[in-house]
C-alpha cells in the first residue's frame, strides 16, 4: 500500500486517525520527520521510500539516517521519469550519499554497502519478497543484473562495491535475468521490439500533447540563460 507525498505531521496523522501504517505500507517521501513518527514508523514496522532526486528532497529531508539507526526499513526510490530526474537506481544511490553527507557536512554517512542494500535486499524486505528477492542465495529468484565493467569509468575494477556505487549508470547493464530468464543480453532486449515501443511511446505522447495543448510546458523558461534563478 504506497502512500505518496508524506511529510512532518502527515505520518501520525495516517496513524491515529486512519490506521494505515504496518509493514504493509510504504510512504514516499516522508521528509522532516518527527521524532515521534520515526518511533511510529519502528513500532508498526512501517517501510519508507526516499528519492533523493526529488522535488520533495529539496523542499525537506528525509531523515534517512535517523530512520535507519531507529530499525525502520528505507529504500530508494526515483519519483518518476520527470523532467528533472530519471529511474536510474545507480544516479540516485551517488546522490543519497551526496545528500545525506552534505546534510552532516560529515563522509562517515551512508556507507556504500548500505546504499546498494537499500535497492537491493532492503528493497525486497520493504516488499515482503526478501525470501526470493533481493540477494544471490540458494532457493531464491534468480534475478540479476551483468555489469560491463570494461569501460573507462569503471576500470581498473579494483574497487567493485565503489566503483558500482559512485560510478556505475544504467546504460552499463550489459544482461538482465529474471527469475532464471534472460530478458536482455548484450543490451539486447529478447522479449520485445524496442524500436516499436519507442516510436509507440513517441505517438502516445505526440497524441497527449496534441489533445491537451501543452506545447508550452516543452520550451525553455526566459530565465533559463545567463541568470541563477529562473
Partial sequence: FIQDG????????SHEEFGLLGSYALLSHSIDLTDEEILICKQTDTRIIHNPSAF???LGRCPV???LDAGVTVILGSDGPAPDRSCDMFRHMFQCIRYHRTNFRD???MPSGKVLEMVTIDAARALGLEQDLGSLEAGKKADLILINVRKPHLYPFNMPLHRIVYY??????????IDGKVIMENRIVLTLNEEAVLDSVKKVVDDMLKKTNLYEFLELPDRCWNSSRY
Fill in 56 to 58: 520533495a528532497s529539496i
Fill in 107 to 109: 563522509l562517515s554517512y
Fill in 65 to 67: 539516517t535517523e530512520l
Fill in 6 to 13: 508524506h511529510s512532518r505531521g502527515s505520518i501520525k496523522f
Fill in 168 to 177: 556505475a549508470n544504467g546504460n552499463d547493464v550489459d544482461t538482465v535475468i
